[in-house]
């Protein structure tokens, strides 16, 4: 059974940089038909979608968020991370990581969920 | 981009009734349309996915229809279980967008 777990700070002070890392198990983060993303709520709000990435790097960004935004994959350790930079309390909420089908193959639906994690921007 | 677009915002269905939620794309998104439960403090859990297929483990009474830019997610027979907030979101395109969300409450 496939498990995404996400995993960093739940408080960040503002102009500081957001950094959460989701770990996969129960399968291969390289396996070529499926792709890893981010996606956030903030409270009391709906979803947002942030980006994604392919096991080899490509990436696919939200055009509100791309000046600020970077997601990376480390496939040695079945991981892939999302770094947000100079965040305001706009920020705050819970971040979820997700897998989805091969987008090419009209399969890019997010079949897998993390628990998701809060991020509060606060000093 | 596309705007995806939800209606309405609350819908308030006596437990055994049916709920028609609505989700209308700006553009056209051909079939690539997904909806997603969301129970309060849980992540969304996919229900329907290319507009009308049942994810794997998900009840009969969940059906989806539509294509283009228009769509509805049915719940017939509505259960405890189902009173949550559902999305829908677009994968035709980059950037992927969700809907606003409805919230099915009980009535």
């Known amino acids: 059974q496939l498990q995404l777990q996400e995993s960093g700070p739940g408080l960040v002070e503002p102009s500081g940089t957001l950094s959460l890392t989701c770990t996969v198990s129960?399968?291969?983060?390289?396996?070529?038909?499926?792709?890893w993303g981010w996606i956030r709520q903030p409270p009391g709000r709906g979803l947002e979608w942030i980006g994604n990435?392919?096991?080899?790097?490509?990436?696919y960004y939200n055009p509100s968020l791309k000046s600020r935004v970077t997601i990376s994959v480390d496939t040695s350790k079945n991981q892939f991370s999302l770094r947000l930079n100079s965040v305001t309390a706009a920020d705050t909420a819970v971040y979820y990581c997700?897998?989805?089908?091969?987008?090419?193959?009209?399969?890019?639906?997010?079949?897998?969920w993390g628990q998701g994690t809060l991020v509060t921007v606060s000093s | 981009e596309r705007v995806m677009t939800q209606s309405p915002a609350t819908l308030s269905v006596s437990p055994g009734e049916r709920a028609t939620l609505s989700c209308r794309a700006s553009?056209?998104?051909?079939?690539?349309l997904a909806w997603y439960q969301q129970v309060p403090g849980q992540a969304p859990r996919l229900l329907i996915y290319?507009?009308?297929t049942r994810a794997t483990g998900i009840p009969a009474r969940f059906s989806g229809s539509g294509s283009g830019a228009d769509f509805t997610l049915t719940i017939s027979n509505l259960q405890s279980e189902d009173f949550a907030v559902y999305y829908c979101?677009?994968?035709?395109?980059?950037?992927?967008?969700f809907g606003g969300g409805t919230k099915v409450e009980i009535k």
């Open positions: 990435i392919y096991y080899v790097g490509t990436t």
């Open positions: 553009q056209s998104v051909s079939g690539n």
């Open positions: 290319g507009a009308s």
């Open positions: 979101q677009q994968y035709n395109n980059f950037p992927f967008a």
């Open positions: 129960g399968g291969s983060i390289s396996s070529s038909i499926y792709y």
């Open positions: 997700a897998r989805h089908g091969d987008y090419y193959d009209s399969r890019a639906y997010y079949d897998y």
